[in-house]
């Protein structure tokens, strides 16, 4: 059984990223995430939403859906932005030795989540990423 925990539309907007981290830690305690996990998903959300905002957007307007669900033992996380498509092929994140700032949210990311991959998006929307967490909770 899957069931929906969250699904909100948000303005991508440096402004915005705390009412997102909200939102995600909200819906991470409702799916039965601990602290550790609960930090571990606002984290991810909060890097991807800060990628689309910075790379994806740019100075343009755009908005961000956040869908959040559990089904079994997975918390699957869906961030869709309506931003230029990327071609997940060339994303990677920089080498841990370059030390300089920036270009970590990758990296972050995947040490963070179980699995994560960019998804054929809906019609009209650019980009959808789709990051799971295994809930030790829920197991």
Known sequence: MTISLLDRRFAARPEHLG???RAVSEAARRAG??????GDVVLAVDEACQNVIRHGYGDAEGDVIVQ???ADTSLIVR???FAPPV???ILHPRPLYEMRPGGLGLHFIRSVMDDIAFLTPPEG????LQMIKHVGARA
């Not at 995430?33 to 609960?38: G, L, P, S």
């Not at 929307?125 to 959808?128: E, Q, R």
């Open 19 to 21: 009412d997102i981290r």
């Open 33 to 38: 995430c601990d602290d550790e996990e609960t």
């Open 68 to 70: 959040m669900e559990i």
């Open 79 to 81: 961030i869709t932005d």
């Open 87 to 89: 071609d997940a092929d």
């Open 125 to 128: 929307a650019g980009n959808l």
